[in-house]
T-cell receptor
Framework: ETGVTQTPRHLVMGMTNKKSLKCEQHLGHNAMYWYKQSAKKPLELMFVYSLEERVENNSVPSRFSPECPNSSHLFLHLHTLQPEDSALYLC??????????????FGPGTRLTVL | GQNIDQPTEMTATEGAIVQINCTYQTSGFNGLFWYQQHAGEAPTFLSYNVLDGLEEKGRFSSFLSRSKGYSYLLLKELQMKDSASYLCAVRDGNYQLIWGAGTKLIIKP
């Protein structure tokens, strides 16, 4: 148990569906992250939030839309996805944005399959 | 460009020692992390190195040589539960985390 939870753990959706992934951290951290993990590829950073402000958007297609209503919760809204978007989506949090030994703590991920 | 290289897969025997290497080329350096990820689970933090040398934590040790752009994770007295993927990540000069693709470690009895 890392203190970061994600729901759902598994999601199957069609290309025309709209769904949302949820992440919650119980660590009192100020920064939260969305990553995409595909088989045999490095983690791809998608979005970074610090104190509910988006500080990074790594050229992610607009069919992915993040939302951070407060420092403990992070959402990823999905719509009109493509089959190549099938992957494990990981949420992480850290005390602050990358200073010193600041370590990221990960949730278990949502395994997304797009049909 | 920035790059992290680590072997895709390694196999070792229960009770033995294994060394997982990581080489990196990044714009600046502000520390190197190792994470363990069991199949279907969250990556969990193992170690952090920012100065050259060896950091030991029980059965796991991590080594860093900044001049060579090189690190390794050493696992001793291997147990079946050590079967997992091991991720190397470097914090670059802009404090961005650059990730390797991970090394899948298979432990055989």
């Amino acid at each position: 148990e890392t203190g970061v939870t994600q729901t759902p753990r598994h999601l199957v959706m069609g290309m025309t569906n709209k769904k949302s992934l949820k992440c919650e951290q119980h660590l009192g951290h100020n920064a939260m992250y969305w990553y995409k993990q595909s088989a045999k590829k490095p983690l791809e950073l998608m979005f970074v939030y610090s104190l509910e402000e988006r500080v990074e958007n790594n050229s992610v297609p607009s069919r992915f839309s993040p939302e951070c209503p407060n420092s403990s919760h992070l959402f990823l809204h999905l719509h009109t996805l493509q089959p190549e978007d099938s992957a494990l989506y990981l949420c992480a949090s850290s005390q602050d944005l990358g200073g010193g030994t600041d370590t990221q703590y990960f949730g278990p991920g949502t395994r997304l399959t797009v049909l | 460009g920035q790059n992290i290289d680590q072997p895709t897969e390694m196999t070792a025997t229960e009770g033995a020692i294994v060394q997982i290497n990581c080489t990196y080329q990044t714009s600046g350096f502000n520390g190197l992390f190792w994470y363990q990820q069991h199949a279907g689970e969250a990556p969990t933090f193992l170690s952090y190195n920012v100065l050259d040398g060896l950091e030991e934590k029980g059965r796991f040790s991590s080594f860093l040589s900044r001049s060579k752009g090189y690190s390794y994770l050493l696992l001793k007295e291997l147990q079946m539960k050590d079967s997992a993927s091991y991720l190397c990540a470097v914090r670059d000069g802009n404090y961005q985390l650059i990730w390797g693709a991970g090394t899948k470690l298979i432990i055989k009895p």
